[in-house]
């Protein structure tokens, strides 16, 4: 499994921010997918995941401000941030779930930075 991320960087407070994750070589790609983020000192934390044909779910800390959406037929996945908060400010990772290991796959991780 290869997934590959793009988008992210350096907003204010109040706007919006979309990366996008690409996944490819397996089969497994039709996985649950999910997003993560790990900020400086904390621990990593699942952000919204989706399963394949079935509706996203959100952490309480995202909800009503982020949308994520996946491309089954092209094994993509969004994730739209609006109103980005300081608190958002991490490293955000793309994940695909190994059913195999019950661990996940990951992206190459990008920076989402949010100060004014």
């Known amino acids: 499994v290869q997934l590959v991320q793009s988008g992210g960087g350096l907003v204010q407070p109040g706007e919006s921010l979309r990366l996008s994750c690409e996944c490819s070589?397996?089969?497994?790609?039709?996985?649950?997918m999910g997003w993560y983020r790990q900020a400086p000192g904390k621990q990593r934390e699942l952000v919204a995941s989706i399963a394949f044909l079935s509706s996203p779910r959100y952490s309480d800390s995202v909800k009503g401000r982020f949308i994520l959406s996946r491309d089954n037929i092209e094994n993509t996945m969004l994730l739209q941030m609006n109103n980005l908060q300081p608190d958002d400010t991490a490293v955000y990772y793309c994940?695909?779930?190994?059913?195999?290991?019950?661990?996940?796959?990951w992206g190459q991780g990008t920076q989402v930075t949010v100060s004014s």
């Open positions: 994940s695909v779930r190994n059913k195999e290991s019950n661990d996940n796959y």
């Open positions: 070589g397996s089969t497994e790609c039709m996985n649950l």
